[in-house]
């Protein structure tokens, strides 16, 4: 059997010179477009900004930027800070095929790390390209049964991450495969923080780009681990999932196609796993206009998770109701749609979107479970109170591959998003210097006071 990990380290390495044609360098762009639109909301409330206050008089110093509170530090601290923040809204890439949130880990331990050593946008843009390779492909090796109890992201990024510091420290395949190796002794991050309470799921993906960086630091320094790591009859693959490892279709198409050209991109700011439902609805609405009040019943028929983590009539948070079906069906109805509004205090007030809440069910069906992850799909069955009843089979996300956001649909959606920390200067600035310049990110002005952000890191302190 060919080793999945030194295939991989390869082909992170190979990235650090092979030519990069003009439609992945754009896909590049967008994907750290879109990070960035991810992370500054989380930047502003959230666990990040209570963290970032927590660590203030232990952060070592260094060149990069934590865009929690502008300071600049070591490349872990940035990486841990920003990672954090970035999977706060719930609005990060995802990688369909894995169901795994790439950018959150990889894009934060890129870029601290490239700032901190002074790299080019070029190399930034390489070892981003280079985490994606990697930690795509091992979520498609490991899904879904993965998932079953481990949150990939908070796992497999820790991979992506180790793989972006390595080939930004000039690691060759070999210190690159040790890095990946040395991750995957780090990796964790289990589902009852994910579907439980606590704040501690977005810490996940911080925690992940801050001991990727710590392992790509390690191997640079020359230290390794056992290359069999992802598929030993002990190794990382074998220890969580049912296998060890779906290798053969992890590396199909290897040089042929990478993950960062087949990116689903939010467009909602709740758990992909209710997107189906809601575009659907969308659609239905479309298509026969119909008012809350009118509804009866709505039926919604998905995957697994769609079931097993989405279905939830206890919101007490906005947390709790980015992971509800129910709770996202209402705000999309009486909102209009399910961005940052939909989630705020005044929205998750609303007697009106609580009493749509129950009036939504959700069941799992095995034709659509089957072909999860590959297809995200639901079926709706809407019944009216005047007696019609609505179907729909939504066969695809927008925002995925097959239904992408445009340029300019992904532009309005950074522009919103930004809004929340930044003026309109600063977030124009930040814009064209990802989508037109070729140098890093820098400093940028969050929109509150220092004396404000100190108040809400109270506010959302655990």
């Known amino acids: 059997m060919t080793n999945p990990l030194t295939t991989l380290a390869g082909a992170a390495a190979n990235w650090r010179a092979a030519p990069i044609d003009d439609a992945t360098a754009w896909d590049t762009r967008r994907a750290v477009l879109d990070w960035a639109a991810s992370m500054l909301p989380g930047c502003v409330e959230g666990p990040a900004v209570a963290l970032s206050a927590t660590l203030a008089s232990a952060r070592a110093p260094g060149g990069a930027i934590s865009y929690v509170d502008g300071r600049a530090g070591s490349a872990r601290d940035a990486a841990l800070l920003n990672g954090t923040a970035s999977h706060t809204a719930e609005f990060d890439d995802i990688f369909r095929d894995g169901g795994y949130h790439p950018g959150s880990p990889t894009i934060s331990a890129a870029l601290a790390v490239a700032q901190a050593e002074g790299k080019s946008f070029d190399a930034f843009q390489r070892a981003v390209i280079g985490g994606y390779e990697v930690g795509c492909r091992m979520a498609m090796a490991l899904q879904p049964s993965h998932y079953r109890n481990w949150h990939i992201t908070g796992t497999v990024g820790t991979m992506g991450a180790a793989t972006a510091t390595a080939m930004l420290l000039d690691c060759d395949a070999e210190g690159i495969a040790h890095a990946i190796a040395i991750a995957t002794s780090f990796a964790g991050g289990h589902q009852e923080n994910v579907q439980g309470d606590g704040l501690t799921k977005a810490l996940h993906c911080g925690h992940a780009a801050e001991a990727g960086v710590l392992a790509g ?59 189906p439902t809601l575009d659907g609805l969308r659609a239905m609405r479309a298509e026969t206009p119909f008012a809350p009040e009118d509804v009866e019943t ?165």
């Open 298 to 462: 709505i039926e919604v028929h998905g995957y697994g998770p769609t079931a097993s983590i989405c279905d939830r009539l206890r919101v007490e948070s906005a947390r709790d109701a980015r992971f509800s079906v129910q709770y996202c069906v209402g705000a999309l109805l009486h909102v209009g749609k399910v961005r940052l509004a939909a989630f705020d205090d005044d929205a998750l007030a609303r007697p009106d979107i609580r009493e749509t809440m129950t009036r939504v069910r959700v069941h799992e069906n095995p034709d659509i479970a089957a072909l999860y992850p590959r297809r995200r799909q639901a079926r709706l069955r809407i019944t009216l109170r005047d007696g019609r009843v609505l179907e729909h089979h939504q066969q695809t996300r927008k925002g995925d591959p097959d239904d992408p956001l445009s340029d300019v649909e992904l532009i309005a959606k950074f522009d919103e998003l930004a809004a929340s920390a930044l003026e309109a200067p600063a977030r124009d600035a930040l814009r064209r210097r990802i989508l037109e310049e070729n140098a890093l990110p820098g400093p940028i002005p969050l929109r509150q006071s220092h004396a404000a952000h100190e108040k809400t890191a109270e506010r959302t302190a655990p």
């Open 217 to 275: 630091q390690a191997a640079h320094a020359g230290l390794t681990g056992s290359l069999d790591s992802l598929h030993a009859p002990h190794g990382y693959a074998a220890a969580t999932s049912d296998s060890t490892g779906d290798w053969n279709t992890a590396l199909a198409g290897l040089g042929v196609w990478t993950p960062i050209s087949a990116m689903t991109f939010k467009n909602h700011g709740c758990c992909g796993h209710i997107f």
